[in-house]
């Protein structure tokens, strides 16, 4: 190499022309249609790739192209499995298509959300999978604005801008909730998150209609808010729970990761689940089952809506993009019941 100071990471397709002796279409047909060139010439071509260590610039030849091979998704918790198996069913889809997936974590937070956005958008990835952390949609409208898809997962598009795969979550509370009064129940606590959230929201509603179905008022549903859906604030539910007067004999939690942090509260106190509380849970995580007193949950197809979040992307960035238009897919959730709400198993 005449350019001996040159480093490898500064290598272009020129460089490899020049030294090859070979044209730049020519450098380029031996990397991207090489049944175009002689073996010969192909062969030399391959050697002084190597030996200058040229890798081409992927991101260079998506702009060329107008499509990339990365689809990107955020997420509000990357500490929840849920999530994971969110990322887990997008992955397999994009991989089957020949894409790989970006996962970033939002942490529940606006601007941390605002900020991948604005990366997405400077790549100009295929498109986006979110579940949004921005409560007045401005981040996804604004991101929006770059002509790149977005599709929000684990949660309804209200505006109608894109496609969106979410879960019946109305249902979802009120499986909880039926079931613990099937089992004799007729006092409950609500532990929640974070309020700007829909679906906290929307299965507190599907509480509140089984309670109904069961005559009791909704007074008999007390929600003790928790500012994030992780275990430590579970924990402090799980104490202010325990200073309740007349304390309620079952509490339904927003997510297994909570429940998880009322159960050790509920442990370290002294009181027995479910001989003296009652405790459902909600996504079925791995670690429901492996708690030490297994949870009911309510089982959200996590796998399901990152591999149907994903297939629509690939619907409405292929090759039939004209005929796309968007969906709104909404899949069932269905109570796993175990220990946690069934005294004497």
Do not use: W
């Not at 960035?317 to 005294?343: K, M, N």
């Amino acid at each position: 190499m005449t350019d001996t100071a040159r480093t490898v990471g500064n290598v272009g397709i020129k460089d490899v022309a020049r030294e090859a002796g070979v044209s730049v279409g020519t450098v380029s047909n031996v990397i991207n249609q090489p049944d175009r060139v002689s073996p010969a010439t192909l062969q030399h071509v391959r050697r002084v790739i190597d030996r200058l260590g040229y890798v081409r610039s992927e991101s260079a030849r998506q702009l060329r192209a107008g499509r990339s091979r990365i689809m990107a998704l955020l997420v509000l918790d990357m500490g929840n499995p849920f999530f994971v198996d969110i990322a887990r069913g997008a992955e397999r889809t994009a991989r089957a298509a020949g894409l790989g997936v970006m996962v970033c974590n939002s942490d529940q937070n606006a601007r941390d959300e605002a900020d991948y956005l604005s990366l997405f958008a400077e790549q100009r990835v295929r498109g986006v999978l979110v579940t949004p952390a921005d409560p007045s949609g401005e981040n996804l409208r604004e991101f929006r604005r770059h002509g790149i898809p977005a599709v929000l997962v684990d949660r309804v598009a209200g505006d109608g801008a894109g496609c969106s795969v979410s879960v019946d979550d109305v249902v979802g509370g009120s499986l909880a909730v039926r079931h613990l009064t099937a089992t004799g129940h007729r006092s409950f606590a609500y532990v929640s998150g974070p309020a700007h959230l829909q679906q906290i929201r929307d299965r507190r509603e599907g509480a509140l209609l089984a309670l109904a179905e069961a005559g009791l008022p909704a007074s008999a549903l007390r929600e003790i808010p928790a500012e994030r859906l992780d275990v430590a604030s579970g924990r402090d539910a799980g104490s202010r729970l325990l200073g309740l007067p007349d304390r309620p004999t079952a509490v339904f939690c927003a997510n297994d990761l909570l429940a998880l942090g009322v159960l050790q509260a509920l442990y370290a106190a002294g009181v027995r689940v479910p001989e003296d509380m009652a405790i459902v849970g909600y996504d079925d995580i791995e670690f429901a089952a492996a708690a030490t007193v297994p949870l009911t949950s309510v089982r959200q197809p996590a796998l399901t809506l990152g591999a149907k979040a994903a297939e629509l992307l690939l619907e409405e960035t292929g090759e039939r993009a004209a005929d796309h238009r968007h969906a709104h897919v909404v899949l069932q959730p269905e109570l796993v019941v175990r220990r946690s709400t069934l005294a004497g198993h």
